[in-house]
């Protein structure tokens, strides 16, 4: 997934210590000590940090290109750890600015960070992957490793940190084991790829700006020179795009797997691991899971963010949580006994309510620490779907009576946004076409933490049908605030890897775990719960106009399952101010790059009753050597009565404008559908002073696999 990727996916608190309460005077010591350590800020050794420009040769005779930070002012015999982040995001041009300023903190430390372009991106030599997290990104990624731990200037350790993309790699090269590897930082990313990733939410499939803005940067030849020779074009503009092959891999098993450590290599991950995530990230379960199944020792953050850092994020409150990964570091790569592993190790916000809002900019709410996950003084409270639609203690007492139908209309979901946890507006408007389920107010302020499940009894008169549940927070006004949701594919009940049609008629146990979440229902506020078979433009619709069925009562009741905690924590961390990075030596500026964009409309067709959803950004810098520009586009469009003619185009485009040239790499993509196939259509454009130099187009038809 794309680490803030264009105009996609960009977006201090600090609350007082209390007092801990200790079983005794030894653990309170060390409570404390603990706590103090964490709430101190580690000062620089180094005022100032260099890039140097490097190349790792490979066994294969390619070599990778990298930028070394180094702390300025080390002496000759001075040995640092290394931090990797390894990425094909262009390390001299799209991601300049904002690796200066991310690893400024670590080199200031003292430590050297890497920035390595993957083989066949940014300025590293070879053919591009041919897929994200591909065997010769793994096969390069330890040799990298052993070559930073054999620097001169290395101590021997290495560490690997990301968000994203990085973060996903980090997770994947550390179930390798590669000796030197000691430590990793992992935010916003996931180890289960079919079923969290950005092309397959939930294990249904989705059509995301990722593929368009991907697919493009591919193409593109290295910075500052930007070459157009036949030998630089033909290894990355004609290589084929990915998103192509993600099509014909529509279900679980051994593609997505290779490079996942769920469901069951958990066993095998041994490397400590550092986590980092935000409520409003499409990525944060894999927190919970790590705490659960992995045994290496596991430290996260989790935030009120987007896909971003906790220093720059957005929505905020941000904090300084690099302060914490350097004393991290410090254990695992220099061997610091910090007690940093007597700490709790899990620091979590939680949140308050506010009114739905797709551009809030600080989320109500406190930090608080749990010494365990889940929380040691969880409790799980049920909640009964009632005939009158609301939520209650008991059951009804019979299946066959309590009976609620619901007509399945494709284009409703765009109030829950593009993933889940993005931008998101009041509810009322899907929630309209959904089976609702309403609490009663509640008397007390009420905090859930963790994985709510919802349990339905359900049918439908289709083949294929996908179910979705949102929670959210009805104020006393009316207005609704998404909290959490999630997806099932019906026909994945039984093996994600050998979906299977549903008999029309027959009732389904259909379990909903949701993604996790943090909230703070008020007094007089009440939860609501609704259900659906459409989440668009999120989720490409299933193909069969229908009626679905949901049972309410009987042994095995429909049901919502939240996870109370107290609302008030004894715990809480600190963090200090946010550091700024010094100055660049390269003069880099940007603007644009926000989410949502600001060009955003919804259209609809009552004649025919067709829907379209449409959205544009732009973004540019300005370089030493040059500008550049990036536009990009997409509209959604689907039709309720007709839900399998759904189709999505998007078009992007970026434009480096150099001294004596003007080059423009741009692409088209279009994906259509009927009952039985995809289709698929994409361009690559390049134009050199306005006249196009090279075009390549791939059409292919791709059979439906219960999608």
């Known amino acids: 997934m794309a680490d803030n990727f264009n105009s996609t996916r960009r977006r201090i608190l600090k609350a007082n210590l209390a007092p801990p309460i200790c079983a005794s005077l030894t653990l309170c010591l060390i409570f404390l000590v603990a706590k103090s350590a964490a709430a101190q800020t580690i ?27 180094m702390p300025d002012g080390a002496k000759p015999d001075d040995k640092f750890p ?3 982040e390894y990425l094909p995001y262009r390390k001299d041009d799209w991601s300049l600015a904002r690796d200066w300023n991310l690893h400024s903190y670590f080199v200031r430390r003292g430590y050297v960070t890497a920035r390595v372009d993957i083989r066949g991106t940014g300025a590293s030599e070879g053919n591009p992957p041919d897929r994200e997290y591909s065997d010769q990104e793994q096969q390069d990624g330890l040799e990298v490793i052993d070559w930073l731990s054999k620097q001169t200037w290395s101590n021997g350790n290495v560490g690997m940190m990301g968000i994203s993309w990085g973060g996903f790699n980090a997770i994947q090269m550390a179930l390798l084991h590669p000796p030197a590897l000691k430590a990793i930082i992992a935010a916003c990313a996931t180890e289960e790829l079919f079923h969290d990733d950005i092309h397959y939410i939930d294990g249904l499939m989705h059509v995301d700006e990722f593929e368009l803005g991907m697919d493009l940067q591919l193409g593109i030849t290295r910075a500052p020179d930007f070459p157009t020779d036949e030998k630089s074009l033909a290894t990355r503009f004609d290589a084929t795009p990915w998103f192509l092959l993600y099509l014909r891999q529509q279900r679980d098993g051994p593609f997505w797997r290779r490079a996942s450590v769920a ?18 990230d499409g990525y944060r379960d894999s927190i919970p899971r790590f705490f659960e199944h992995v045994k290496a020792p596991v430290k996260a953050i989790l935030g009120p963010w987007n896909h971003s850092f906790p220093h720059d994020a957005e929505p905020g409150p941000v904090i300084e949580w690099r302060d914490e990964a350097t004393r991290w570091w410090d254990y695992w790569l220099k061997g610091r006994q ?9 620091e979590v916000f939680m949140r308050h309510w506010y009114a739905p809002d797709p551009n809030i900019s600080e989320v109500p709410g406190e930090w608080r620490v749990e010494k365990t996950w889940p929380p040691q003084d969880a409790s799980t409270e049920t909640f009964f779907f009632q005939r009158d639609h609301s939520l209650g203690s008991v059951a009804p007492a019979t299946r066959d009576t309590s009976q609620h ?34 609490s009663a107010p509640f008397a007390k302020d009420t905090a859930v ?35 959490t949701g999630a997806g099932q594919g019906g026909v994945q009940l039984k093996d994600t890897a050998n979906p299977t049609d549903l008999v029309p008629g027959q009732t389904y146990r259909i379990p909903i775990e949701l993604h996790v979440t ?19 433009p999120m989720i490409w619709p299933t193909p069969y106009p229908m009626t679905a069925s949901l049972y309410l009562g009987g042994a095995d009741a429909s049901r919502l399952e939240l996870p109370i905690v107290p609302s008030e924590s004894a715990s809480r961390p600190k963090y200090p101010a946010i550091e700024p990075a010094p100055p660049m030596p390269e003069q880099v500026t940007s603007k644009g790059d926000t989410w949502p964009p600001q060009d955003w409309t919804v259209t609809h067709d009552l004649m025919n009753g067709t829907t379209r959803v449409f959205w544009s950004g732009d973004d540019s810098s300005k370089f030493p050597w040059g500008n550049t520009k990036d536009h990009e586009q997409m509209s959604y469009e689907v039709q309720d ?35 039985k196939n995809f289709y698929y259509h994409f361009e690559r454009h390049l134009t050199e002073n306005g006249k196009e130099i090279r075009t390549k187009t791939w059409d292919d038809t791709i059979p439906r696999d219960h999608q």
């Not at 910090?338 to 899990?346: G, K, T, V, Y």
């Not at 007089?524 to 259900?531: M, Q």
Request: charged share 20%; proline share 8%.
């Open 43 to 69: 000062p620089p050794t180094y005022a100032t940090m260099k890039k140097v420009q490097a190349t790792i040769p490979l066994k294969d005779g390619a070599s990778l290109a990298v930028n070394l930070y």
């Open 82 to 84: 290394a931090i990797l």
């Open 263 to 280: 469901p069951n290599r958990y066993a095998d991950y041994k490397v400590p691991t550092f986590l980092v995530g935000g409520f409003l």
């Open 338 to 346: 910090n007690a940093i592993l007597d700490e709790p190790r899990f």
């Open 405 to 438: 139908e619901l007509r399945y209309i494709p284009s409703i979901g765009l109030e829950a946004g593009f993933w889940w946890g993005d931008f998101t507006a009041d509810q009322r408007p899907i929630d309209a076409y959904s089976l609702v389920y309403d």
């Open 449 to 483: 933490l963790g994985r709510p499940r919802v349990i339905l009894q359900a049918s439908a008169n289709a083949p294929l049908a996908d179910w979705f549940a949102r929670l959210s927070d009805v104020a006393p006004d009316g207005t609704v605030t998404m909290i």
């Open 518 to 536: 943090s909230w703070v229902f008020p007094a007089g506020h009440k939860i609501r719960l609704a259900v659906s078979n459409a989440l668009w």
């Open 641 to 675: 009565s007709k839900p399998e003619t759904s189709k999505v185009h998007g078009e992007g485009s970026t434009t480096v404008e150099l001294p004596n040239r003007t080059l423009i790499w741009s692409v088209i993509l279009d994906v259509r559908s009927d009952a």
